[in-house]
């Protein structure tokens, strides 16, 4: 018999993260025949994804002075576990259903808790999306939305009916236009609404029309400076090569500049310092 639904509401209220990978066409069209190279995609992808995970369940303990409790590291594992990724074809999705927040800790109330879990996802966010540029040289374009949003409890990957995902894919197509990660007026809205005091330590407001955009290199700040400058480089080496191998390709050249001005603007920044990094566009 089929299930009966209750007159309950099914859905939470979530942040959605909508990410395209650019170029990712290309890439599918030249690996599509060698099994060996997507299943070495897919470990490359999931490690990413494991490594920015870990980094972040790290970051979460490191201002604990001695050693935190038993509690206090069950808190910062189930922070990190409500932050979900996947990868589906050329595309990364994040959901944090912050409706769905129900544990606490002595230290943290109900707020607080949302807040750090909210803090968790903008990490993970950056910390994915500036390793996988360095690993891959392909560069990132999305969306972030808020708003109802179901996943089936039979299996997450299942069934999911979301129109927090719906508005955040179409940031990514009819607002982010270049490669930026923009944030829409929902969640700006709920942000507002719950006194999320950080926008500015993880967003910048693009000048050009006021749209709020994920800063990703702000997740250097969680590297040690030799990691800082390896993870710089391979992301200069990867978006040179880039724009080398795109020459006859306008739409993908269009994209790639706009990226690399605003990685030299970080790079030869009072926080960096660092021009040896900065991509010579004269010579690509």
């Not at 992301?235 to 990685?263: E, M, R, S, W």
């Amino acid at each position: 018999m089929p299930e009966q639904i209750s007159n309950c509401n099914v859905f939470d209220n979530a942040i959605v993260v909508f990410i395209d990978i650019l170029g990712y066409r290309d890439l599918v069209e030249r690996v599509a025949a060698k099994p060996e190279l997507v299943k070495g995609m897919e470990n490359l992808f999931y490690g990413v994804v494991v490594d920015a995970m870990r980094k972040l369940a790290e970051l979460e303990l490191e201002g604990i002075t001695g050693k935190p409790d038993p509690e206090i590291q069950e808190y910062y594992s189930k922070v990190v576990s409500s932050i979900r990724v996947r990868c589906i074809s050329d595309s990364f999705i994040f959901t944090l259903p912050v409706s769905a927040v129900n544990f606490r800790c002595r230290s943290y109330d109900e707020k607080t808790t949302v807040g750090n879990c909210i803090e968790t996802l903008f990490s993970a966010m950056v910390m994915l999306s500036t390793l996988f540029i360095s690993k891959m040289g392909y560069i990132l374009r999305g969306g972030i939305s808020y708003g109802n949003h179901y996943e089936s409890e039979r299996d997450r990957q299942f069934f999911i009916f979301s129109e927090a995902f719906n508005r955040a894919v179409q940031l990514e197509k009819d607002i982010a236009k270049t490669p930026r990660i923009v944030m829409d007026e929902h969640v700006l809205q709920y942000l507002g609404k719950i006194g999320y005091p950080n926008i500015d330590k993880y967003f910048y407001k693009d000048e050009e029309d006021d749209y709020y955009c994920l800063d990703i290199y702000k997740s250097l700040r969680v590297f040690g400076n030799a990691q800082q400058q390896d993870v710089l480089y391979h992301i200069k080496q990867g978006i040179t090569l880039a724009i080398q191998n795109n020459t006859g390709k306008p739409d993908v050249l269009a994209k790639l500049p706009h990226f690399a001005q605003y990685h030299n603007r970080w790079v030869t920044g009072a926080a960096v310092n660092q021009p040896h990094l900065a991509i010579d566009l004269n010579k690509t």
